[in-house]
């Protein structure tokens, strides 16, 4: 079973307010994925870190969001004026590493945020 | 651009039937392939992983996987019920991008 921790389970938030959620991965898993997806279950990554360095994100990430992995503190992802349409289940996911031997990701239970 | 196309978006199969589901990637520098199963109200979990062409088989589930056309599909013998859920594709190229698919929606009826 999955050991990647997210707070908080909900998140109800008002247009214009800001939102923000928090990931501990596994211990020992240096990867770590932010996803969100929506309620047609359409999935789309946002960003990923390798310790505490981004990876890759994408360019809504780079505008809107926020997100950084501190060492010994969770992971977290923070959008900055929160829209309706950022309403979404918001899946945290980490793993040992990238390439074949190391990339299969473990998820938490996710964030579900309500943008009223 | 959608890196990671997965058809069809539903599925629907009859108890003790075949679902096949398919996975096909844009990018031609993608190596690996995973598919994850997503129970309604859950996250998603790997289920099988590919990375050789040809077949690999677990259980009911069988994968298999053509690189040359980057092609991956699953499928399910003897379905059940307990089968319904969404299946993700996931990519890995060779830069460790990592793409999901938006999923097929399986529902196996009793």
Known sequence: NSKVIQTPRYLVKGQGQKAKMRCIPEKGHPVVFWYQQNKNN?????????????????????????????????????????????????????????GVNYAEQFFGPGTRLTVL | QQKVQQSPESLIVPEGGMASLN???????????????????????????????GEKEEGRFTVHLNKASLHTSLHIRDSQPSDSALYLCAAENSNNRIFFGDGTQLVVKP
């Open chain 1, 42 to 98: 359409e999935f789309k990554f946002l960003i990923n870190f390798q310790n505490q360095e981004v990876l890759q994100q994408i360019d809504m990430t780079e505008k809107r969001f926020s997100a950084e992995c501190p060492s010994n503190s969770p992971c977290s992802l923070e959008i900055q004026s929160s829209e309706a349409g950022d309403s979404a289940l918001y899946l945290c996911a980490s793993s040992r590493g990238l």
């Open chain 2, 23 to 53: 996975c096909t990637s844009s990018d031609r520098n993608v190596d690996y392939f995973w598919w994850y199963r997503q129970h309604s109200g859950k996250s998603p979990k790997m289920l099988m992983s590919i990375f050789s062409n």
